[in-house]
């Protein structure tokens, strides 16, 4: 005879505990005094300049800059002359006159052509040496002694640029003046392919006047 009764569960296993995982070890407490370290390298550092920010202090190195200046001057023209002031306008240029000029041929050399000699160079087929000339006069009309630097411009007929000198005088005593000849020359300053044959008059360009201290 079947038995119908019902098969008893088997008792559920009990649910397995895991156990806690174990905690990691905590680090150790970190040295109070952290561990020394070579010092880094330090850039060179100029030291800084020291300023003076008391008042007037700016003032008084100006005045003192001055004072070396004046004395440095005494000093360099101490027992010579000494310029101290530099004119050049319109008025410095009345206190020169330019007058005449002329083309003129130096034949001197023609005493010593002598083409017997037994050199084979040819004394005689050398060129006479010709040079502009004309006259100046510098007056001194300034206070003291001068010295003078001057610019003649020379042109030809129509007016043109041809080319330039200079004269000048030095240490011209006051109310003295200097005459003198100036003179263009092969070596002169020619406005391009000019020639001293292309000159027809000269005339004053430039007069700078310094006064002397003494």
């Given at each position: 005879m079947s038995d119908n009764s019902t098969p008893e569960r088997p008792d559920s296993a009990p649910a397995p505990n895991p156990e806690p995982a174990s905690s990691p070890p905590l680090p150790s407490t970190p040295p109070s005094t952290p561990p020394s370290t070579p010092p880094a390298p330090h850039a060179f550092q100029a030291p800084r300049p020291t300023v003076d920010r008391r008042p007037g202090s700016r003032r008084r190195t100006l005045v003192l800059a001055v004072i070396a200046a004046v004395v440095v001057a005494f000093l360099a023209g101490g027992g010579v002359t000494w310029w101290v002031l530099g004119e050049e306008d319109d008025d410095v240029r009345d206190h020169v006159e330019v007058s005449g000029g002329e083309l003129v041929a130096d034949d001197s050399d023609d005493a010593y052509c002598d083409d017997d000699d037994i050199y084979s160079y040819?004394?005689?087929?050398?060129?006479?040496?010709?040079?502009?000339e004309f006259s100046y006069r510098i007056t001194n009309k300034g206070d003291g002694p001068a010295n003078y630097s001057v610019v003649v411009n020379a042109f030809d007929e129509e007016g043109d640029f041809v080319g330039q000198t200079y004269v000048g005088t030095t240490h011209l005593a006051a109310g003295e003046t200097d005459s003198d000849e100036g003179e263009f020359n092969e070596y002169s300053d020619f406005e391009g392919k000019r020639e001293l044959s292309d000159i027809a008059s000269v005339k004053v360009a430039h007069a700078?006047?310094?006064a002397l201290a003494n």
């Amino acid at each position: 005879m079947s038995d119908n009764s019902t098969p008893e569960r088997p008792d559920s296993a009990p649910a397995p505990n895991p156990e806690p995982a174990s905690s990691p070890p905590l680090p150790s407490t970190p040295p109070s005094t952290p561990p020394s370290t070579p010092p880094a390298p330090h850039a060179f550092q100029a030291p800084r300049p020291t300023v003076d920010r008391r008042p007037g202090s700016r003032r008084r190195t100006l005045v003192l800059a001055v004072i070396a200046a004046v004395v440095v001057a005494f000093l360099a023209g101490g027992g010579v002359t000494w310029w101290v002031l530099g004119e050049e306008d319109d008025d410095v240029r009345d206190h020169v006159e330019v007058s005449g000029g002329e083309l003129v041929a130096d034949d001197s050399d023609d005493a010593y052509c002598d083409d017997d000699d037994i050199y084979s160079y040819n004394d005689c087929d050398t060129d006479p040496d010709e040079t502009y000339e004309f006259s100046y006069r510098i007056t001194n009309k300034g206070d003291g002694p001068a010295n003078y630097s001057v610019v003649v411009n020379a042109f030809d007929e129509e007016g043109d640029f041809v080319g330039q000198t200079y004269v000048g005088t030095t240490h011209l005593a006051a109310g003295e003046t200097d005459s003198d000849e100036g003179e263009f020359n092969e070596y002169s300053d020619f406005e391009g392919k000019r020639e001293l044959s292309d000159i027809a008059s000269v005339k004053v360009a430039h007069a700078e006047r310094i006064a002397l201290a003494n």
